[in-house]
């Protein structure tokens, strides 16, 4: 198993563009998170889903929009980045039942 | 609003002497807590978890303890090596279906 795979690892983007950062895992976890982790705070929910075609928002789901087609892919869409979405961001997947959450390893991203 | 906190941004201890990381939380809830351990440039790993059920619960070289009576929550390692240096954050959600909430993150400093 590769667990939980993010792509890409960094990107630095320009004021208004967008992007989609790429989230898999190959675990059959139907839950599944985006954080994002800021300098001193501690990660902060973005989007979740608890199964295809199931999404909710987190504490700071604005500018970010995702989608649920398959149990394995979560992307989180940036519509219009901004500089306070410079971050590193983190896709996690768990399955029901088992509450802790397996990590990929992030996308730091830039936007200047 | 509820949340969980961390009372010391850093913890610096000598290697071989034992590590306490506390934790507070707000959310009466909660029923679910875990510790993560974050290496530089890599995603938060899994280290212990605790339902509220137990007040204790013991791995190999660390230990959670919960207290509910004043929603505290400890991570202890002994004889802590270098390879301990890290962030840790501890983490609690009120069940099965519940978002994961993540406390600010404390880095663990280990002195040769």
């Known amino acids: ?112 | 609003g509820e949340s969980v906190g961390l009372h010391l941004p850093t913890l610096s201890v000598q290697e071989g002497d034992n590590s306490i990381i506390n934790c507070a939380y707000s959310n009466s809830a909660s029923d679910y807590f875990i510790w993560y351990k974050q290496e530089s440039g890599k995603g938060p790993q899994f280290i212990i978890d605790i339902r509220s059920n137990m007040d204790k619960r013991q791995g190999q070289r660390v230990t959670v303890l919960l207290n509910k009576t004043v929603k505290h929550l400890s991570l202890q390692i002994a004889a802590t090596q270098p390879g301990d240096s890290a962030v840790y954050f501890c983490a609690e959600t009120a069940g099965a279906n519940s978002k994961l909430t993540f406390g600010k993150g404390i880095t663990l400093s280990v002195r040769p």
Not at chain 1, 37 to 48: C, W
Not at chain 1, 52 to 62: K, L, R, S, Y
Request: charged share 15%; proline share 5%.
């Open chain 1, 1 to 112: 198993n590769a667990g939980v795979t993010q792509t890409p690892k960094f990107q630095v983007l320009k004021t208004g563009q967008s992007m989609t950062l790429q989230c898999a895992q190959d675990m059959n976890h139907e839950y599944m998170s985006w954080y994002r982790q800021d300098p001193g705070m501690g990660l902060r929910l973005i989007h979740y889903s608890v199964g295809a075609g199931i999404t909710d928002q987190g504490e700071v789901p604005n500018g970010y929009n995702v989608s649920r087609s398959t149990t394995e892919d979560f992307p989180l869409r940036l519509l219009s980045a901004a500089p306070s979405q410079t971050s590193v961001y983190f896709c996690a997947s768990r399955a029901p039942g088992v509450y802790g959450y397996t990590f990929g390893s992030g996308t730091r991203l830039t936007v200047v």
